[in-house]
């Protein structure tokens, strides 16, 4: 017993190291104008996603921060709604496509002061508020922030089905694989099948600041740009994107999030009060698209939810962290979700694996250095957490936790971590930007749950 007692004392020890290793990657990563970079060099700007899960961090130790955080991203909101996948607030040369070539100008209603990118990344504000609202000692304080802000993020996710969802389904599209956040899964390699883009001449600059072999190929990034190219040639019209673009996808992940964010706003718009018409909007859309979600995207032969290639009409029928992500939004029945996890511990939990994968280990694709191919990003893991606790498998959370604290214990704050056990015997296993801001930010917020 005593033993016992004397491991868990360390163990809290060591936590309170990390926590105040992470707090410092979380500080030195805030830039004065009020916004976190997500790591030094690699990403200069401030990116849409990124922001959402880093303010939950500061929500635990530094309000001020969290709260900048979340307004600065919003201040960069087009006027039907839009929130760009990256701000460029500043000027910076260490990284390609900037402000010069995404041109977000020729949008008639796009931000004049703050040059962005014409794509989005997962609808994480929402739920994002409801974390910083819940974590806050001074509610009074963060209930003034939200009444300030959540109509922002309403019309965001107005923005959405209204702009985004062809077919009146209540399930929005992605047009660019950069929206989805996994940039490079092997998931979209059916489609890059379809396309033949030009090769364009640019110059990268990941791959000055990080091996080559773990990130995108140059040919890859035609196809990213060449789907830029056309959205540009239309101004970044959605209806001419939702005609012409190749790559047009309803992906699992992403309405997860619009989803989960739907239901942060309810709640937070109970808390504020009179905002019942809202309120009575955002429950019609989380009905159809609860409802179109299972029905469309639930792949009963996998047992795991799968992404939609709208362009092309068919499933993209492949097991990925993303299949994982609804659990997060209390999607699934409680049937699906013991499918959901027995396809994921037959997968993806062997005993000598840390959780999860971000793409099928069993799967010829699986790549467990590249980025979105296969190793452990921590908001993932930080989701199915959640998720998991929702849906009471409290044994598999844990470890999907523990596995986490794991690696960053190993490793370090790195962007993305080597799912294998055996490669920390001989090397550190993180991959990617160091000092990764959202790595920080969720580690905080995992330990303290």
Known sequence: MLMHSFKYQNLSIMNKDLINDAKIVLNNNFQEKGYSIP???????????????????FAHYDLDKAKQEIETLLNAQWGNGFIPHIVFHVESDTYFPGKDFHLSKLHPLSNKDYPSTGMTQPPVT?????????????????????????????????????????????LVYIYHNWESGTDNSPIWDDIWATMNPPEYEFTRRDTNLVDPSQRPSKREYDHYLHIIEIAKQH???????????????QDPLFNSMLIKSNES??????????????????????TKSISSFNSKLYDKELGAYVHYDLRNEKPLRFVSSSSFSPLFAGIPTKEQ???????????????????????????????????WRGPVWINLNWMLYFGLLDYGYLEIAERVKSDSIELIEKAGFYEYFDAR?????????????????????????????
């Open 39 to 57: 790591c030094k060099g690699l990403y200069p700007f401030q990116w849409k996603w990124d922001s959402g899960f880093i303010a939950i961090g």
């Open 126 to 170: 929402g739920f994002a508020m409801e974390m910083i609202y819940d974590i806050a000692e001074n509610k009074k304080d963060v209930k003034a922030f939200i009444e300030n802000n959540i109509d922002k993020v309403y019309l965001n996710h107005k923005y959405f089905y209204e702009n985004r969802d062809p077919q009146n389904e209540g």
């Open 235 to 249: 101004n970044y019209s959605d209806e001419k994107i939702a005609e012409l673009s190749p790559f047009l996808v």
């Open 265 to 286: 706003l309810i709640a937070l718009y109970k808390i504020i009060g009179n905002n019942e018409d809202k309120i009575e909007q955002l429950q019609q859309w989380q």
């Open 337 to 371: 979700a013991k499918t959901l996890v027995d396809t994921m511990m037959n997968k993806f939990g062997a005993d000598d694996m840390y959780l999860c994968a971000s793409f099928d280990p069993e799967s010829e694709r699986f790549n467990p250095k590249k980025y």
């Open 421 to 449: 056990k055996s490669v920390y015997e001989t090397e550190k296993g993180g991959y990617g930007g160091g000092n990764f801001s959202w790595s920080a930010a969720l580690l905080i917020d995992l330990i303290n749950n």
